[in-house]
């Protein structure tokens, strides 16, 4: 009996945890503030083709982010990325696992109704969790403030701001991201989005990019995107396809 009651006790949570639908940070290049629910795990795992220019071509396949709620304002992260890099122009080739990437995100403030909510997210990228073309010699950080604006049940926006790891120019640059994101229905949801990279002594990258996400369920989704360059600078376009699940944790 006692086995039964903490069985059904076990379900009941998970089905009240799983009443709110999964909010991943992907497709966007926008990171949204929330954080995952305490004692939940989630992951989303996607794919990237990029053409850079006519001659130069990257693959991320995949990359993959595992989220973990410490706390309910707070998470732990962990990112990698499997990169296949052809760049003809430079005639330099690039194959494996790009430096490894821990981190945290800490939701510092939110408003009762949720309508305005921010957070800080940091990321710390370890050069010896890498494959050998890969490799680099110091290690190297991200860190964005990320602001989320709910305008509507249907409207929400989202921007960012922060520096970014150049693994080209071994260097660190600012970015700025900003994404309107609409509910089409309980299944289907969409953005638009405009970011840029700005690099020192350079054109800034600027891109515009969309996507849609479809839920197949409440703790699960789909999703597929895509982008165009703005400038010279920046890539002629990229697609992308990705799943994000998350299992565990409690209100």
């Known amino acids: 009996m006692k086995k039964t009651l903490l069985l059904l006790s076990s379900f009941l949570s998970l ?45 991320r ?19 990698t990325t499997v990169a ?17 990437e821990i981190g945290l995100k800490l939701n510092f403030f939110e408003t009762k109704n949720e309508a305005f909510s921010s957070s800080i997210v940091g990321q710390i990228g370890i050069p010896k969790f890498a494959s050998p073309d890969h490799k680099i010699d110091k290690a190297y950080n991200r ?16 921007y960012n701001v922060g520096s970014e790891w150049d693994s080209e120019d071994q260097e660190q640059n600012w970015m700025y991201s900003f ?28 891109v ?16 597929l995107s895509g982008g165009v360059g703005l400038n010279e600078e920046s890539p002629h376009y990229f697609v992308a396809a990705g799943i994000s699940f998350r299992f565990g944790g409690k209100k």
């Open 143 to 158: 860190v964005r403030l990320l602001f989320e604006n709910k305008l509507s049940e249907k409207l929400k926006l989202n």
């Open 179 to 206: 994404t309107p994101e609409f509910e089409i229905s309980d299944k289907w949801e969409s953005y638009v989005e405009v970011y840029g990279f700005a690099k020192k002594g350079k054109t800034p990258e600027d």
């Open 84 to 100: 296949d890099e052809k760049l003809v122009s430079e005639n330099e080739f690039k194959k494996g696992l790009k430096p490894v």
């Open 15 to 59: 089905t009240i945890y799983a009443q709110d639908k999964i909010e991943a940070e992907r497709p966007s290049e926008s990171l949204s503030p929330k954080t995952v629910v305490k004692k939940s795990f989630q992951a989303e795992i996607g794919f990237r083709k990029t053409q850079e220019n006519e001659q130069d071509k990257v693959w």
């Open 61 to 79: 396949q995949p990359n993959a982010l595992f989220r973990y709620g410490v706390f309910d304002k707070l998470e732990l992260r962990l990112e």
């Open 208 to 223: 515009f990019d969309a996507g849609i996400a479809y839920f197949v369920s409440k703790n699960s989704k789909l999703d």
